[in-house]
């Protein structure tokens, strides 16, 4: 698969089939970052934000976030839980497939968890225009898988999976920022399904100098 046509209609069989309360929790590398990184809400951009777990959790700490994701399923979704925990005011969903479009404007943190898809995508194209998102003094968080778990659609195939300089090299970035975090933890995670696995991530933090 490789046009924008049916990056949205995977997304969207995806996400209709799912239970509507799987990922509305928030990452909690992100919410553990941001204590320590970002503790002032300001504007956020969150890029496949999915059924909007870590877009809910910003917008609940005081954020203004943009919710951003493929899927009109996923972001109507978002859209009833921002009202369900009353933060209508603070969430904005945006459809967008990021290899076509995206949104207008800079934020103070853009985020981009497990931004990964079998769609093929100029995905290291996707995150250099995060990078430029990203306001004088904000953040540039990605969060990303480094191994593959079992319930993976990549699972049995080999898969070499960029380290976390791999992939600050391929943001380009010039001497406007700094690293604030890069490495490759492991976590016991959950799939669809409750199996278990210990998995490793990698987790990116880079500031833009005001």
Known sequence: MNSANESAAFWEKHYAGMDAQ???????????????LAPIPRTALDLGCGHGGDALWLAAQGWDVTAVDVSQTALDRVVAG??????????????????????????????????HTPVSIAREHVLRRAAQAVAPGGLLIVI??????????????????????????????DDAWHVTRGDAPQRT??????QTATVTDNVIAVRRTP
């Open 189 to 194: 995670a959950t799939g669809p399904e409750g």
């Open 144 to 173: 990303e898988h480094a191994s593959t778990a079992p319930w993976s659609w990549q699972a049995g195939q080999d898969i070499r999976h960029p380290s976390p300089d791999d992939v600050i090299a391929s943001l380009q970035l």
């Open 82 to 115: 921002a009202a369900a925990s009353g933060v209508t005011d603070r969430v904005h969903a945006q459809r967008h497939d990021l290899a076509e479009t995206f949104p207008d404007g800079t934020y103070d943190l853009v985020t981009a968890t497990y931004f």
């Open 22 to 36: 799987w990922g509305t929790k928030p990452n909690a590398v992100l919410t553990t970052l941001l204590a320590d």
